[in-house]
Nanobody, 121 residues
Framework: QVQLVESGGGLVQAGGSLRLSCVAS????????MGWYRQAPGKQRELVAD???????NYASSVKGRFIISRDNAKNTVYLQMTSLKPEDTFAYYC???????????????WGQGTQVTVSS
């Protein structure tokens, strides 16, 4: 199967920066879309940003201009560079990948374990 492991979350002051990373491992044949979502307790999980295999990125309006999503296909990794952080960016962040496995060749959605980002005022 495939496992996604996230890192990079933590506590940061408003205006600061964090870089989230998510690496996939396992029987990976290809990965189409990668993305980042965030979720507050008791709330729906919402899209932050995603990126296609060709590098086309999409952002939520609330983070546009502050966050940058990128991917390294050779490393099966997606990043989220977060700058100008605000207290309202405080969420658990989850990475997502649409992975086609090699054995058997089957597409599936995979999620990371979540990493907490807390922004203080």
């Amino acid at each position: 199967q495939v496992q996604l492991v996230e890192s990079g979350g933590g506590l940061v002051q408003a205006g600061g920066s964090l870089r989230l990373s998510c690496v996939a491992s396992g029987r990976i044949f290809s990965i189409s879309k990668m993305g980042w979502y965030r979720q507050a307790p008791g709330k729906q999980r919402e899209l932050v940003a995603d990126i296609t295999s060709g590098g086309s990125a999409n952002y939520a309006s609330s983070v546009k201009g502050r966050f940058i999503i990128s991917r390294d296909n050779a490393k099966n990794t997606v990043y989220l560079q977060m700058t100008s952080l605000k207290p309202e960016d405080t969420f658990a962040y989850y990475c997502y990948m649409d992975v086609t496995t090699s054995i058997p060749p089957r597409p599936n959605d995979y999620w990371g374990q979540g990493t907490q980002v807390t922004v203080s005022s």
